[in-house]
């Protein structure tokens, strides 16, 4: 089972909206509405930000939001802040491993 | 607040076997799933294995022949065993429990585990 496809990097100025894309195949992603992202900071623990697809656990920012479409999976920030800049992975069931991580976008915020 | 803490040497021989330790506090280990999942340095995410609170397992088929992975629900920990280490296993592990939609919603801290003689 391959890593689902991130970009490996994005970046966005203080307040602009970025869309991070995860890119897999109808054996995960599309097959699946069970994508969660992950958001990293250097040297911590991965912290859950989306589930099944679109879904926002408690205490997690309105500015994130995740969708999909067909294969591909988006997560969104919205009003993008200095705390936000970190490592962000995705993750989906798969009809295989059954858990898959996406390469992994690192966002910067200029 | 459910909290998970890894335990276990931070320095594995290779050909040896690293084994590891996760803590629940806060919560049962029962009625939930839960997960090892490693990072090597600078790279990504790789999830190793998961057992349910009833001692079902299900390992990631690229280390399937070296995983195990078991519970103690008395002790409210369930742990990690990787034979035949190398180099390439030299990462930090984090422990994980399941959450909605087959995502991990509590993590450990991760504690880095070196493969060197």
């Known amino acids: 089972q391959s890593a689902l496809t991130q970009p490996a990097s994005v970046s966005g100025s203080p307040g602009q909206s970025i869309t991070i894309s995860c890119t897999g195949t109808?054996?995960?992603?599309?097959?699946?509405?069970?994508v969660s992202w992950y958001q990293q900071h250097p040297g911590k623990a991965p912290k859950l930000m989306i589930s099944?697809?679109?879904n926002r656990p408690s205490g997690v920012s309105n500015r994130f939001s995740g969708s999909k479409s067909d294969n591909t999976a988006s997560l969104t920030i919205s009003g993008l802040q200095a705390e936000d800049e970190a490592d962000y992975y995705c993750?989906?069931?798969?009809?295989?491993?059954?858990?898959?991580f996406g390469t992994g976008t690192k966002v910067t915020v200029l | 607040q459910v909290q998970l803490q890894e335990s276990g040497p931070g320095l594995v021989k290779p050909s040896e076997t690293l084994s590891l330790t996760c803590t629940v506090s806060?919560?049962?280990?029962?009625?939930?799933?839960w997960s090892w999942i490693r990072q090597p340095p600078g790279m990504g995410l790789e999830w190793i294995g998961y057992?349910?609170?009833?001692?079902?397992?299900n390992y990631n088929p690229s280390l399937k022949s070296r995983v195990t992975i078991s519970v103690d629900t008395s002790k409210n920990q369930f742990s990690l065993n990787l034979n035949s280490v190398t180099a390439a296993d030299t990462a930090v592990y984090y422990c994980?429990?399941?959450?909605?939609?087959?995502?991990?919603?509590?993590w450990g801290q991760g504690t880095l585990v070196t493969v060197s003689s």
């Open positions: 994980a429990r399941h959450g909605s939609g087959y995502s991990y919603d509590y």
């Open positions: 806060g919560g049962s280990i029962s009625t939930y799933y």
């Open positions: 057992i349910s609170y009833s001692g079902s397992t």
């Open positions: 109808s054996s995960d992603v599309g097959g699946y509405n069970y």
């Open positions: 099944d697809v679109s």
């Open positions: 993750s989906s069931y798969t009809s295989s491993t059954p858990y898959v």
